[in-house]
Every structure is written in structure tokens, then in C-alpha cells.
């Protein structure tokens, strides 16, 4: 059995001095979300046949005033029910995730942070058999720091008959500094 979860992210509020979590969701969002819905049903639904009946039975619920006044939460189960509805599938669930509160600037590590975390370079060492074994917590901005950092970690490696580049526990990160350590 399949099932078909659609998230609604564009119920979010964008304007600068907007509350994270608006009273009610505005008309062009609520006609974003919908039209969103049918494409996304158009493209991959699992019974095509049903779409049409669908995004039907969304757009006339948002003409008919259906979705008008609600708060985001109350509109996505207002759009869930509409779904199973007209659908008949049991498997439809709409959510309704608010933007993060915690600020990009508050969010970011300051070039003191990371390097006191050795920019995401974790254990280094030599294995039985010649082998050096380098865990990569995450990946760092590359600068001139992290560079040099880099730099000397795999310069240490250089002289091992086989390296392991551990990633087991790496979130991820910057992408230059993936190219970096590649080369």
C-alpha cells in the first residue's frame, strides 16, 4: 500500500516585520498552496485517473470561501479533509510546519567556534597495517584557516599505505571544502 504525504511549505510568511505564524493564511498563499497541490498530483499521484476530481474539489473548496480565515494549522487540515474526501484515499495527511525561529546570524558558528572545533576534522590517527584513519565531523567554510587545516591533516596522510576518510557521523556542509579535500 502506498502512501501519499504532501507537505505544504509555502505557509510561511516572507515580509520582514510579518509574525512567523500569521493569524490566517492570506489569499495568495492559500492559491499558491492549491495550485502547487495540483501539480504535484498531476505529476506523480498514484491513481491518475482520480486527479482531475482532486484539484477540482481544491480549487472549488477555495472559491467557495472553504479555506478563507483559517490559521495555517486549520487550513492544512482544512486541505487534508478536502484530499481524503475527494479522493477516497485515507493515506492523504497535509502538514503544516512553521518557518525556524533561530535567526541564519545566531544559527552560524564564528570562525573562533569552528576552529576550536578543528573545522570539522575529528580523530586522526594511525592503524595497524599502515593505515590512516581521519573522521570528518562536517565541512567546514573554506578559508584561509580551514585551508591550512586541511591542508596538514592530509599532508599527514600522505605517507600510509591506505587511508580511511571516516563520514560515518558528517552532517554535511560546505561544498567547496568537499572539493578541496577530494584533490
Given at each position: 500500500?502506498?502512501?501519499?504525504?504532501?507537505?505544504?511549505?509555502a505557509?510561511?510568511?516572507?515580509?520582514?516585520?510579518?509574525?512567523?505564524?500569521?493569524?490566517?493564511?492570506?489569499?495568495?498563499?492559500?492559491?499558491s498552496?492549491?495550485?502547487?497541490?495540483a501539480?504535484?498530483?498531476?505529476?506523480?499521484?498514484?491513481?491518475?485517473?482520480?486527479?482531475?476530481?482532486?484539484?477540482?474539489?481544491?480549487?472549488?473548496?477555495?472559491?467557495?470561501?472553504?479555506?478563507?480565515?483559517?490559521?495555517?494549522?486549520?487550513?492544512?487540515?482544512?486541505?487534508?479533509?478536502?484530499?481524503?474526501?475527494?479522493?477516497?484515499?485515507?493515506?492523504?495527511?497535509?502538514?503544516?510546519?512553521?518557518?525556524p525561529?533561530?535567526?541564519?546570524e545566531?544559527?552560524?558558528?564564528?570562525?573562533?567556534?569552528?576552529?576550536?572545533?578543528?573545522?570539522?576534522?575529528?580523530?586522526?590517527?594511525?592503524?595497524r597495517?599502515?593505515?590512516?584513519?581521519?573522521?570528518?565531523?562536517?565541512?567546514?567554510?573554506?578559508?584561509?584557516?580551514?585551508?591550512?587545516?586541511?591542508?596538514?591533516?592530509?599532508?599527514?596522510?600522505?605517507?600510509?599505505?591506505?587511508?580511511?576518510l571516516?563520514?560515518?557521523?558528517?552532517?554535511?556542509?560546505?561544498?567547496?571544502?568537499?572539493?578541496?579535500?577530494?584533490?
Amino acid at each position: 500500500m502506498r502512501c501519499t504525504f504532501l507537505f505544504v511549505a509555502a505557509l510561511t510568511a516572507t515580509a520582514l516585520g510579518q509574525s512567523l505564524t500569521p493569524a490566517t493564511v492570506e489569499k495568495s498563499e492559500r492559491d499558491s498552496v492549491i495550485e502547487a497541490l495540483a501539480t504535484k498530483l498531476s505529476a506523480g499521484y498514484i491513481l491518475p485517473e482520480a486527479v482531475g476530481r482532486i484539484t477540482h474539489a481544491l480549487r472549488s473548496a477555495n472559491s467557495a470561501g472553504e479555506y478563507d480565515g483559517k490559521a495555517p494549522q486549520e487550513f492544512a487540515d482544512a486541505i487534508g479533509r478536502t484530499l481524503r474526501n475527494a479522493s477516497h484515499d485515507k493515506h492523504f495527511a497535509v502538514f503544516y510546519q512553521p518557518a525556524p525561529t533561530v535567526s541564519p546570524e545566531a544559527a552560524t558558528l564564528s570562525v573562533e567556534q569552528r576552529e576550536r572545533l578543528n573545522f570539522g576534522f575529528g580523530k586522526l590517527e594511525r592503524l595497524r597495517g599502515n593505515v590512516g584513519y581521519l573522521e570528518l565531523v562536517n565541512f567546514s567554510d573554506l578559508r584561509q584557516q580551514s585551508a591550512e587545516t586541511a591542508s596538514a591533516l592530509l599532508s599527514t596522510l600522505a605517507n600510509f599505505d591506505a587511508i580511511i576518510l571516516d563520514l560515518r557521523r558528517n552532517g554535511g556542509g560546505n561544498t567547496p571544502m568537499v572539493a578541496f579535500i577530494a584533490t
